[in-house]
């Protein structure tokens, strides 16, 4: 039976409690959201910026094709392995802690790359970025599960993910401009103290739903009668206040591997897991070997890279937006969350495919045509996170964000090698686009096939 989801009465229901109320509510939620879409452009700006080095780096390193696939995967490497005890660690000591921690470790790693001076420094570097920004994915999700009813995560979740793009869109002219005038090493120098500075601004601006001064009684009403869960963070909180002014230990939360596997058994999880990775392939293309592609296979210079690598960004920041704005839509409108969540993912992918086109056409304005409709077709299908809110069980969504996660981003491990191997023996990118396409056609036949029906799973 699908899950009933917020409808139209419901969401009539919502603000006529709202408007029956003696104050205004507050709009805190949306300040939270904003910390996150920053979060999320300086990760991505983070793990991107060597995709932005590599043409320069590797003539200074000597560093071929294959190599750079694998310093490329390296991320992933450590990425995936650190999901699940990311997740359970996000569990056991909260948002705020744990992705202050995170950033800045991760921005650290980024930093230190700025001084490598060989293959196997530049690998560990990207071994320990991957580590540490495991958990932001999960955070993002328990944190717009945490502030946000269920008939708005689709758009925040949007916004947050369109922080992916929007800092590569916008930033890849000065960071093209930076390397040209300072070299690569700057890149690691700037990118990684931003980093460590907007660290310290979360961890002075970020509080549970319950713990915010800002935050009104008619706000936390409203984003509990959506489903979110500021309630139980807050009945949480009081029952470890409780538990220490007795005395006794706080309760903590353990990890049975069990939980872990009866979670991957389940169809919805199973099949927005092969979804996500499907995704994630077309994305890491253009956030690895995209600047390399337009500078080898279209012989672009850097003024032109910098000028053409914005289009893409630019359109999937866009789809990003579309997707989740279109689901929230559909689900303010009575229309299931079956469809609401997948059509947007679906049409996503489909479209996707069409990165194959760019094999067929000579004109560089018309490839970045078709590269940035691919881009903005990736970006619709970036509602996998939307999801993992939607079908978590109570109290597991660190360990359910882990566990997509992890799966999602083996596509980091498979997609620069893979095509790093394709380059390498074949001297171009035509068969990597191909294999992008035909992923993308396989994730849009898993949420068809396998995901069934948009519910919270019960273990």
Request: charged share 10%; glycine share 12%; proline share 3%.
């Amino acid at each position: 039976m699908a899950q009933a989801s917020p409808g139209r009465g419901d969401a009539q229901a919502l603000n006529a409690a709202a408007a029956a109320g003696a104050v205004r509510r507050t709009k805190v939620r949306y300040r939270i959201l904003g910390l996150l879409a920053i979060g999320t452009m300086i990760n991505y700006l983070d793990r991107t910026v060597l995709g932005i080095a590599a043409p320069q780096l590797t003539k200074e390193l000597g560093i071929n094709a294959a190599i750079m696939g694998l310093v490329f995967s390296a991320f992933s490497w450590s990425y995936v392995v650190a999901q699940i005890p990311g997740g359970v660690f996000l569990d056991r000591f909260g948002s705020k802690f744990t992705y202050w921690l995170s950033m800045t470790l991760w921005s650290l790693c980024t930093l230190v790359q700025g001084f490598v001076g060989g293959v196997g420094a530049l690998l560990a570097c990207r071994l320990g970025l991957g580590a540490a920004e495991s958990p932001c994915f999960p955070t993002n999700s328990r944190v717009v599960a945490t502030w946000f009813p269920q008939s708005e995560r689709a758009f925040a979740t949007g916004t947050y993910t369109v922080g992916e793009y929007i800092g590569l869109a916008f930033f890849s002219p000065v960071l093209f401009a930076l390397m040209g005038a300072y070299g690569w090493r700057s890149l690691f120098y700037v990118v990684g103290a931003v980093g460590v500075a907007f660290g310290v601004v979360w961890w002075f601006l970020y509080r549970e739903p319950h713990d915010h001064p800002a935050a009104n009684r008619a706000e936390l009403d409203y984003i509990e009668a959506g489903g979110g869960l500021a309630r139980h963070e807050k009945v949480e909180a009081q029952a470890e206040a409780q538990a220490a002014k007795s005395g006794e230990t706080p309760r903590k939360k353990g990890f049975d591997w069990r939980l872990a596997g009866a979670l991957v058994r389940r169809r919805q999880l199973a099949g927005i897991c092969l979804g996500q990775f499907a995704g994630n392939s077309t994305l890491v293309f253009f956030l690895t070997w995209f600047p390399t592609y337009l500078a080898t296979e279209r012989h672009m210079g850097w003024l032109k890279i910098g000028f053409f690598a914005v289009m893409p960004f630019i359109a999937a920041s866009v789809g990003v937006m579309f997707g989740g704005t279109f689901s929230d839509w559909m689900l303010r409108r009575g229309i299931s969350a079956n469809v609401a969540r997948k059509l947007p993912i679906i049409a996503g992918l489909l479209l996707a495919s069409t990165i194959i086109l760019a094999n067929f056409v000579e004109s560089n304005v018309a490839v970045i045509a078709i590269l940035s409709v691919a881009f903005f077709a990736q970006g619709m299908a970036a509602l996998g996170w939307t999801l993992v809110s939607d079908i978590a069980p109570a109290g597991l969504l660190g360990l359910t964000g882990g566990i997509f996660n992890l799966a999602a981003n083996l596509a980091g491990i498979v997609t620069p090698l893979v095509v790093g191997l394709i380059v390498g023996a074949t001297g171009s990118f035509v068969w990597a686009l191909v294999f992008i396409g035909v992923i993308a056609l396989i994730g849009a036949a898993s949420y068809i096939f396998i995901v069934g029906d948009i519910e919270r799973i019960e273990l």
